[in-house]
């Protein structure tokens, strides 16, 4: 029996069925009615008395429901449309009884019926139909989960406005996640202790500990668009240390045809654990700067270069040229930004010279953000060569180019690597910042009228190509283990769109020569960066996914820095912008070690170029790499 129900409660139930069971109910209010009204006397009562009237209702209520599609709902999803249809449904055919009966009895001078018992009639079977598909959808949401024997899993919404509601009811519709909904958590007072649809609200700063304690097999969903950053992130926290998944709907512009599908709720990123709050932005100057500009990105395939255009794109640029050497991924970013017709598409390596003056001839651009270069730390170890070539010569190529063609301003994209570098790829982005500085210093000496160079410094950005989140997540994913290089790591994290932004503002807020650091937050180890994403997954640290240490790479920082000891800062109209003073190189000093950097490229011997570069920038102190001893040579000569 129990079975049965079980079948009856998980499938649609056939529309000619609902239509039957109304014309049944319509039948058994009549009877109700007649019996409350007294309208049938059983003295001298035929069967036909009876027959005739209930025949004539019945026809008009078909025909209503019909007309109407009254029974065409699916029942186990009821909702206050459906009780609409029903009361217009039934409104519409008492009304077209009660004219019969106003004919009837114009013509016959007697009552078909009366019209107490048709208005009676009317309310008793609106109740009578609304029961019905409410019981069914009861009767539905408490069987349904069971299908092929699935365990019920409970769910708390957090969040009781409208998109927590709606979240409730789709897990009801949707049987496929087997999901049962036991509390709604809110901060709003006036809400609290009220229910909604049989689901009580709940304080959320006392009762979701409780909840958690409380329940297995339980998950919660976080349905409030709006929520401070760090309520987010202290609910899911506590959530991490129960082992409880912690899930989020989608905005609602993200909902498909404005209907909100459980296959759209997420599990909670480590993004939303590192999050800050939203970056104001002085949209108004950005604007004035770039609308109508011709705009040139270098590494515009790259997670930099690609996000630094779609921001460039919102403030209406006369022309986005997109510059890359990488072919496929510069394909990708053709086709999602091509519905912009002032877009232009350039394969090209910021090495080669003759390449980019065609392009600069060309193009004529105003603004320059250059984002292009090596940037993996390992790999730059192994190929010094590689990395001085794109990230200085590269650089060097495109900075006077942007001199020769009057940029009006040049914005170089360098990294938190820079300062104190350990490893070649960190020195070669200073090497590029001192030429960019010194290069501006000149042309300010020379004319007021220059291209003005502007240097960015940031840590690591979440989610970038080859970052560490994309290689935890693809080891988790893969069963583990996953490898952190040391206990100890620390690193400074910020969202793409973040670092791309304050890119944007400090690039269009920059007077020449400037090297603006960014406020970073709290440095983060890797080892719990590594833990919150195994337990965000669903999984326990060392019970399912193990953590492997597998030693400091070549040219690793255990803490990475954003100043070193000789810089300080100065701050800007934005907090998280700042300016970091520094000691200022003269041009042909600067032009003088970096010709002499030239000369050494083509040397097979890697020890030759590496140690040019000590003799740039003394702060380079290598760490845990095989040019170690050349520090060794420096202190003792």
């Known amino acids: 029996m129990l079975n049965q129900i079980k079948r009856v409660a998980h499938n649609n139930t056939p529309r000619w069925v609902v239509l039957i069971i109304d014309l049944l109910l319509a039948t058994f209010s009549f009877g109700v009615a007649s019996l409350i009204t007294d309208v049938f006397t059983f003295t001298n009562f035929t069967i036909t008395d009876y027959l005739f009237p209930l025949l004539i209702v019945s026809a008009i209520r078909f025909l209503a429901f019909i007309l109407t599609k009254s029974y065409t709902g699916i029942i186990k999803y009821t909702s206050t449309q459906d009780a609409v249809r029903i009361f217009f449904a039934v409104a519409a055919s008492t009304l077209v009884i009660l004219t019969v009966e106003g004919l009837y009895f114009t013509a016959s001078g007697s009552h078909l019926l009366k019209p107490s018992f048709i208005v009676i009639d009317a309310f008793i079977l609106v109740f009578l139909m609304s029961a019905f598909r409410i019981s069914f959808k009861l009767l539905y949401t408490q069987y349904a989960p069971f299908k092929n024997g699935m365990a019920q899993k409970s769910v708390i919404i957090y969040g009781a406005g409208e998109a927590g509601i709606i979240a409730k009811r789709s897990f009801e519709r949707n049987t496929k996640y087997s999901r049962k909904v036991i509390a709604f958590l809110d901060d709003n007072l006036k809400l609290q202790g009220k229910s909604v649809e049989g689901v009580k609200i709940h304080n959320s700063d006392t009762n979701l500990e409780k909840f958690i304690v409380d329940n297995t097999n339980i998950e919660l969903v976080i349905a409030i668009n709006e929520i401070a950053v760090f309520r987010k992130k202290r609910i899911i926290e506590k959530c991490l240390r129960h082992n409880i998944v912690v899930k989020t709907i989608p905005p609602v512009s993200a909902w498909i045809n404005g209907e909100f599908n459980p296959q759209s709720i997420t599990v909670v990123r480590i993004q939303d654990l590192l999050e800050r709050e939203p970056i104001k932005l002085n949209k108004s100057n950005i604007n004035k700067e770039l609308k109508g500009q011709v705009i040139l990105i270098t590494g515009a395939a790259g997670s930099i270069g690609s996000e630094i255009a779609r921001q460039c794109l919102t403030f209406g640029p006369k022309l986005l040229v997109l510059l890359d050497q990488a072919e496929t991924p510069l394909y990708e970013i053709e086709n999602e930004l091509n519905k912009h017709a002032n877009l232009e598409i350039v394969l090209a390596n910021v090495c080669n010279t003759s390449r980019l003056e065609r392009v600069f001839k060309h193009f004529e651009p105003a603004y320059v953000f250059h984002a292009a270069a090596y940037k993996h730390v390992p790999l730059m170890e192994e190929n010094p060569y590689e990395a001085i070539n794109t990230n200085v010569f590269g650089t060097q190529n495109l900075a006077n180019l942007a001199v020769k063609y009057r940029a009006k301003k040049f914005v170089f994209v360098s990294t938190d690597k820079a300062v104190n570098p350990t490893n070649i790829m960190g020195a070669s982005k200073r090497i590029a910042e001192i030429y960019v500085q ?65 890119v944007l503002e400090a690039g269009v807020m920059g007077h020449g020569g400037e090297i603006y650091i960014f406020d970073m937050g709290e440095s983060v180890k890797i080892i719990d960066l590594a833990h919150k994403m195994i337990r965000l997954s669903g999984f326990e640290v060392g019970k399912d996914i193990q953590i492997k240490f597998t030693g400091l790479r070549p040219g690793e920082k255990l803490k990475e820095e954003l100043l070193n000891d000789k810089e300080n800062t100065i701050g800007t109209h934005n907090p998280k912008i700042m300016v970091a003073k520094m000691p200022e190189y003269n041009y042909l000093e600067a032009n003088e070690l970096i010709a002499e950097l030239y000369k050494q490229k083509d040397n097979l011997k890697n020890r030759h170029l590496v140690k040019t570069m000590k003799s740039i920038v003394p702060e380079y102190i290598s760490n845990n790499s095989i040019y170690e001893a050349l520090d060794k040579d420096f202190i003792d000569s």
């Open 438 to 502: 010194s290069l501006n210093a000149k042309l300010h000496l020379e004319s007021d009228k220059h291209t003005l160079f502007v240097t960015t410094r940031f840590g690591n950005v979440l989610g970038s190509n080859g970052s560490v989140i994309p290689l935890f997540k693809k080891q988790i994913e893969q069963g583990g283990p996953i490898t952190v290089t040391h206990p100890e790591v620390t690193r400074f994290f910020m969202t793409i769109p973040e670092a791309c932004q304050l």
